[in-house]
């Protein structure tokens, strides 16, 4: 069976992980966090990094520290990870849906702007699948209404956007850095991996106080063990973060790899009737986390199906995200009750996924591709 992500570890990452290790800071205090905080965030372009235990944390953690709370409105793509929603929901407030692109899977714009009430408070943007959101629009309009902007960066490590476009001087940026706060995800199938592992980064520094203060249950500075506020304990270990450091110097080489596999799949694909492959705009260098097919309505069985033939010929894939307007969870909430979201509903049951974690193989590439042009023949 081809794994659907074999995540690629190198030599040079176990040195400080093995110094953690042997020199006794195992837990979250100790160098190494301090020193991927500081080489992520300045990768990105801003001035703090929060490390956390995971991704859904991180995120957790930055809708409370730019205060969101009870009665706020949150818009954000329905076609996402329950990570998202949740901490909306926590806090009290409420997540505006709007559903995505059929090219991009990312967030419909036109859906943002008619979203925007004098309720709410901020967009939560989900950069997906290893394509960044056109962010200008967006931060053209959280500027006109004052609203917070948040990226989920958990599947873009590295990726760049072109801002300015049209104008005379356009600008890459990276995905992560444009909005007020970010978080990212170093699960194992990640672009970056602590094993398990997240952070928040942000340029604001009282974002980044409350940030901190929130990871570490808010002991205050001033006298331990009295608290005004109320945190979490969310802290990633020292060993945790000794794993992503190196990783940090190696993100080119890494997106790269990633676009290179893109290129094989693409090369061997194209040419398949009956299936969208992922695109990429002009404007962005996308880092194809995940290289993602979508059955066309014309082949006559879903994605469920297309998983089960292509398992049988021992290829593993992951099917696409379920939307939160489907989630039962929510409607037992009474949220999203008697919602849609066509696109974001098609997708779901149209999409998969197939191997690509940054250890795939040419020789992988081509016995996937061969399933897959022969489970649509
Ligand atoms: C992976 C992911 C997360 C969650 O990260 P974990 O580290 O698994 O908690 C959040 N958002 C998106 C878009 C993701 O892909």
């Known amino acids: 069976m081809i794994p659907v992500n074999e995540p690629l570890l190198e030599e040079s990452d176990f040195a400080p992980l093995e110094d953690a290790f042997r020199t006794g800071w195992i837990s979250s205090a100790g160098r190494y966090v301090d020193e991927f905080e500081d080489r992520w965030a300045s990768y990105c372009g801003v001035g703090h990094g929060i490390a956390v235990s995971n991704g859904s944390t991180a995120l957790q953690v930055a809708v409370e520290a730019v205060g969101i709370s009870a009665g706020d409105e949150v818009i954000m793509p329905s076609f ?79 990726a760049l956007y072109e801002s300015g476009r049209g104008g005379n001087a356009p600008v890459w940026k ?4 444009m909005g007020h706060i970010a978080t990212f995800s170093f699960f194992a199938n990640k672009l970056i991996t602590t094993g398990e592992g997240g952070m928040v980064i942000t340029d604001n520094p009282e974002y980044a106080e409350r940030a901190r203060g929130l990871r570490n249950l808010c002991f205050r500075q001033d006298r331990r063990f009295l608290h005004t506020e109320h ?71 879903d994605a469920l199906e297309f998983a089960n033939r292509l398992k049988a010929k021992g290829v593993e894939t992951r099917p696409f995200f379920l939307g939160m307007h489907e989630q ?21 049951r149209r999409g998969l996924y197939v191997p690509s974690g940054l250890a795939i193989t040419v020789d992988q590439i081509e016995k996937v591709s061969l399933a897959v042009r022969e489970v649509l023949a």
């Open 80 to 158: 996402t990870i329950i990570s998202c929603a949740s901490p909306v929901v926590r806090v009290g407030a409420k997540p505006v849906l709007v559903d995505c692109d059929p090219v991009t899977y990312c967030m419909d714009l036109d859906q943002v702007a008619a979203a925007v009430t004098p309720r709410t408070k901020a967009i939560l943007v989900v950069h997906m699948y290893g394509h960044p959101v056109d962010m200008d629009p967006i931060l053209a309009l959280a500027e006109k209404h004052g609203l917070i902007v948040i990226e989920d960066a958990a599947e873009v490590h590295g």
């Open 174 to 177: 990276k995905c992560g850095g």
């Open 231 to 301: 945190g979490y304990q969310f802290r990633l270990t020292n060993m945790q973060a000794a794993i992503g450091v190196n990783q940090v110097g190696r993100i080119e080489q890494i997106v790269e790899r990633k676009r290179q596999a893109a290129r094989e799949y693409t090369q061997r694909l194209e040419t398949v009737p009956g299936i969208q492959l992922p695109f990429e705009h002009q404007w962005a260098r996308a880092v194809y986390w995940v290289y993602g097919l979508v059955l066309d309505d014309a082949i006559p069985f």
């Open 328 to 348: 039962p969870v929510f409607h037992d909430m009474g949220l999203f009750v008697g919602e849609h979201h066509p696109v974001t509903e098609r997708i779901a």
